[in-house]
Structure formats: C-alpha cells, structure tokens
C-alpha cells in the first residue's frame, strides 16, 4: 500500500492542476488576507469558498486521476497484491496530495501577511474542515470509479452527489422544516443535518465564529446544542463516521468487482 501511495502522490504532486490548485486557494486567501481587516470575515468568505469548491474539486479530480490509471491499476491487480492494499494506496495518496495543496493554499499567504494567523484556531479549523471534506469526497469519488466503469455516468453521479450536498440540501431540509412547522422538529433537524458533512463543516466554524445568525432558522434551532462541548463532540463523531462510510464502501466495492 505504501509503494501505491507514493507513486499516486508523486505523480499528482507533479501534476499541474494539482499546482493550479493549492495557487487558486493560496490567492484567494492572499486577497481576503489583505483586503480584509476582520479575521472572522475573511474567515467566513473563506469557509463559503471551501464549502463549495473543496467537495466539487475532490469529486471531479479523484474520478479523473483513477480513470486516468485504469489500466495501470488493471496491472497491479494481476500482481500478488491485496485489492485493499492497492485501492487504498490510491485513496490517500489521491486525498493526501489534494489535501497538502489545500495547506500550502491557505497557509502560505497567512505566513507573509498575517502570520498571527497561524495561531489562530478558528483559521485552523477551516484548514481542518477542508481537509476531512478532502478525504469524504475523494473516497466517494474512488467508489464511483469502481462502481461505474462508463466514465459519463461515473462524473454524473459525481455531480449530482455533489448537487445534492452542496447545493440542494439545504433548501430541501429548509422546505420539510416549513412543511412541518406545527411539530416539534428540533430532533428531525439535527438527524438530517448530521447526513451531509458540508453542513456539519458549516455548523462548527459558524458556531465556533459566534455567527449562528447567519444561518437563520437553522441557527436559531440549534445554537443552544451545537455551540456546546456536547454538541462539537457530536460533530467530531458524525465526521468520523463519514470519514469512514466512503472507506467502507470502497473497499466492499473493491472485493466485489469483477475486473
């Protein structure tokens, strides 16, 4: 696994768009870092960029590259070595070389222009949040390379994963929570919220930020929980689980595919 991953990590580390990427970022941050005087709102446009373009990136990205070396991969499993050891190698080489662009992105410009940043937990915590999105949303592209050999129906269930979590979701819950306003929906709300990590990322920094407002009724139904210990131990666990449920589906994809 370890041999995997570093020639995946390599290569994408030589890989251009790799570069473009981590430049994209360390540019954002470079202009919010200078325009801006207020930490938290750079660090709230900052978040609304993440949010956003992190998942789609981590998405579309890792179902190029894995496409990219199918046939290499086709190689490999000829090869004594373990189908998990291989998938896996891939996997973190793919989150990890992703990951370490977002790092360079976001903390280059914070050393040459606010270096106070680099001890500020809450600019920290968005590096965190953008990369456990990292790693959820590579997983599940690994998956869908698996689990869709045409490549167009691999990078439309991609999107449309990506759609419905970054996009969708949050009007669909704001439409089932005014359809049933008349009940108690505190526990409904936070059920559905703790299925999509996009929100869950937003909750924390939101939270954290003491900017709860911002997400309106959203904010107003679980500032009391959320902005507790209990309630960001909860969030730490619901990440948890989402780190692990790509794995999981990767890798019983992995042994059940006939290649």
């Known amino acids: 696994m370890l041999k995997v991953f570093k020639y995946s990590f390599l290569d994408l580390m030589r890989n251009r768009w790799t570069i473009a990427y981590a430049l994209f970022f360390a540019l954002c941050s470079a202009g919010l870092l200078y325009l801006s005087g207020d930490g938290n709102k750079v660090i709230v446009s900052a978040m609304n960029i993440v949010l956003l373009l992190v ?17 290499y991969v086709e190689l490999l499993l000829a090869q004594p070595i373990s189908r998990k ?26 050393l040459l ?50 759609l419905l979590l970054a996009v969708l979701y949050d009007g669909a819950i704001l439409v089932i929570l005014l359809l049933l306003e008349d009940y108690p929906l505190e526990k409904l709300a936070l059920v559905l919220s703790m299925l999509n990590p996009i929100d869950m990322g937003r909750m924390l920094l939101i939270f954290q930020l003491d900017y709860s407002a911002l997400m309106g009724y959203t904010g ?33 994809k992995a042994r059940k595919k006939d290649f």
């Open 55 to 71: 998942p789609l990136v981590s998405v579309i990205y890792g179902q190029m590259y894995l496409y990219q070396v199918r046939e």
């Open 85 to 110: 050891a291989i998938f896996m190698g891939y996997y973190l080489g793919i989150s990890t070389a992703l990951s370490l662009s977002l790092l360079v992105g976001f903390m280059l410009p914070a």
């Open 113 to 162: 222009l606010q270096p106070s940043y680099l001890l500020n937990t809450n600019w920290l915590l968005l590096i965190v949040i953008a990369v456990v999105l990292t790693f959820i949303f590579t997983g599940l592209a690994c998956w869908l390379v698996l689990k869709y050999d045409n490549r167009l129906k691999g990078f439309g269930a991609g999107l449309f994963i990506w």
């Open 220 to 252: 107003a139904v679980f500032s009391h929980f959320f902005g507790t210990r209990l309630g960001g131990f909860i969030l730490t666990f619901g990440f948890g689980v989402w780190l692990s449920f790509p794995i999981v589906l990767l890798l019983s």
